[in-house]
């Protein structure tokens, strides 16, 4: 059960290390375009039937005919990657159970955004666990998890690629173990990962108020802001020009410096300077390296500098 690309990654990973996937359950497709005519089916969808799988697309997950559809398929297993909450009758169904693959640690980073959420923390570890399904989100009993650094220039996409490997493997791992011992694989509560001086992060949706960049932060929290929002939905916020008007931009890339903010220089003032565009944080200078003014193209800020100089 998944939707977008990241489930593919394990889709695949099943066909082919020779399991019986029997269906596929994701969403409908989804309407795109500009009066929304065209529907487009989800990455699962198109591999799916790329190999001969049925597809099952439930608008509502307690649906009856849903349900007797999917019980027909006596499944010993059901395998969840990027998917919604699942109902009770649903994730209890197989006789094995449900196991989701999550994009993180947990309990760390419970939600539907955790590649995000975990670099915007500037966290330099993550990974993927495998855990069984329960009554609340992402809080089941942990089977394994497979631990995936992050390097401090990583963004979303990086990491985002290396997980849905490593979730692949995970979830093959996971059904060995299913197999070898016919269900009966040991588990940890999540509980048992949680000291009473841990600080969990959740991983809530990203919407686009979520986006907008504080400049008043430090650099290196901009920075991270930044690369875990890119190449997508993309950090957006207001800086103030050279003439002293205020312009929105999209900010995909960037470099943290030394350079201390001038005291003259207000929080979020742009910077041109030479062959660099900067903006003011708190503390220090961040360089912008690739951004995307208001109702322009995504390009490189030198270019978007060359443009103010010859404006």
């Not at 439930?58 to 999917?70: H, N, S, T, V």
């Not at 939905?233 to 205020?246: Q, R």
Request: proline share 8%.
């Amino acid at each position: 059960m998944g939707t977008p690309e990241f489930a593919v990654g394990t889709l695949q990973a099943l066909v082919d290390g020779g399991y019986d996937v029997v269906a596929v359950v994701t969403q409908p497709d989804k309407p795109v375009g500009r009066h929304g005519s065209v529907l487009q089916p989800p990455p699962v969808k198109v591999f799916a039937q790329e190999h001969g799988i049925p597809v099952l697309q439930p608008e509502k997950m307690k649906d009856p005919a849903f349900i007797e559809e999917l019980r027909s398929y006596n499944a010993d297993v059901q395998v969840v990657v990027a998917f919604r909450m699942l109902p009770e009758v649903v994730w209890s169904m197989p006789r094995w159970g449900t196991f989701n693959v999550h994009a993180a640690l947990l309990p760390q980073y419970r939600g539907a955004a955790p590649i995000n959420w975990a670099i915007i923390n500037g966290e330099t570890e993550t990974g993927v666990t495998t855990f069984f399904l329960d009554h609340d989100i992402d809080t089941g009993r942990i089977i394994m998890q497979k631990p995936f650094a992050i390097p401090d220039d990583a963004d979303v996409e990086y990491v985002y690629d290396g997980l849905m490997k490593l979730g692949a493997e995970a979830a093959v791992e996971t059904l060995k173990m299913l197999q070898e011992s016919g269900g009966d694989i040991p588990s940890m509560p999540q509980e048992e990962l949680i000291a009473d001086s841990t600080e969990l992060h959740n991983a809530p949706k990203i919407f686009k108020e979520t986006c907008k960049i504080d400049l008043q932060q430090p650099c290196k929290r901009v920075y991270d802001f930044i690369r875990g929002l890119s190449p997508i939905p993309g950090a957006w916020g207001s800086v103030i020009m050279p003439g002293g008007t205020n312009a929105e931009l999209k900010i995909y890339r960037s470099a943290k410096t030394d350079i201390p903010t001038p005291p003259e220089i207000s929080v979020g003032q742009l910077i041109a300077e030479k062959k660099h565009c900067y903006v003011a944080c708190q503390d220090t200078l961040l360089e912008l390296l690739t951004i995307q003014p208001a109702g322009k193209k995504r390009m490189a800020a030198q270019d978007y500098l060359n443009g103010i100089h010859n404006a």
